[in-house]
């Protein structure tokens, strides 16, 4: 087969765009030099499709397996453009999400916490490379506990539980504040903003475990 390296790097580089959700957060800081390599490929696979279509033309259009790979590298980087994080949102496969709280720190790192209908959470914190952090939580009256903790590559710890807090800015898209603790002796916490909260909808709802 003509062109079957360039056929082979043009579907690895679309399966690992799609799977961005199950692999980034594995990466830590490794993230940064990855994603790097997929825009340096992305503008490859570009110049390899323009000399594709040169060839095309100089050949009068007579060979079809031109038309074919010219297709595949046309759809690829049209699909990768409009659909940077992948065609399909896997994140909606583990759950809805009951509640979502986020924050902005320095350097533009932005740390979002979702916590399921199914009792599980994930964090990702997007910081100079992708931290993910996974578990279970329950709520017990007005505090949130977190249970079965999966680290990051580069955490050496979580929070025990959190609370909601109504919020000090006057923004209509913060419905309160998450302030987390390590533990009982942790007087300052560390709080998000909270974008969504459903935690209602879990009164009739058990934990699948």
């Known amino acids: 087969m003509k062109n079957k390296g360039l056929y082979i790097t043009t579907i690895i580089f679309f399966l690992l765009v799609n799977t961005t959700y199950y692999w980034e957060g594995k990466l830590g ?4 030099p990855a994603f790097a390599l997929l825009v340096a490929v992305y503008f490859g696979l570009a110049i390899a499709l323009l000399r594709q279509i040169y060839f095309s033309v100089k050949e009068k259009f007579k060979q ?7 297709g595949l590298l046309t759809t690829v980087l ?18 809805t999400d009951i509640l979502i709280a986020e924050r902005e720190g320095a350097a533009n790192c932005l740390t979002t916490l979702k916590l399921k209908d199914d009792y599980t959470f994930r964090e990702r914190i997007g910081c100079f490379g992708v931290s993910e952090i996974k578990g279970t939580f ?22 025990k539980f959190a609370v909601i807090k109504p919020t000090k800015f006057d923004n209509p898209k913060i419905f309160g ?6 533990d009982l002796t942790d007087t300052v916490g560390h709080f998000l903003w909270i974008t969504k909260n459903d935690l209602s909808k879990l009164k009739d709802k058990k934990p699948n475990r």
């Open 29 to 32: 800081l490794f993230a940064i």
């Open 64 to 70: 079809n397996h031109r038309f074919i790979l010219i």
């Open 78 to 95: 049209l699909l990768t453009y409009f659909k940077p994080l992948g065609i399909v949102d896997f994140d909606k496969f583990e759950g």
């Open 138 to 159: 329950r709520v017990a009256s007005d505090t949130i506990y977190f249970d079965n903790i999966q680290l990051g590559r580069h955490e050496e710890s979580f929070y």
């Open 177 to 182: 504040d998450l302030i987390r603790y390590k």
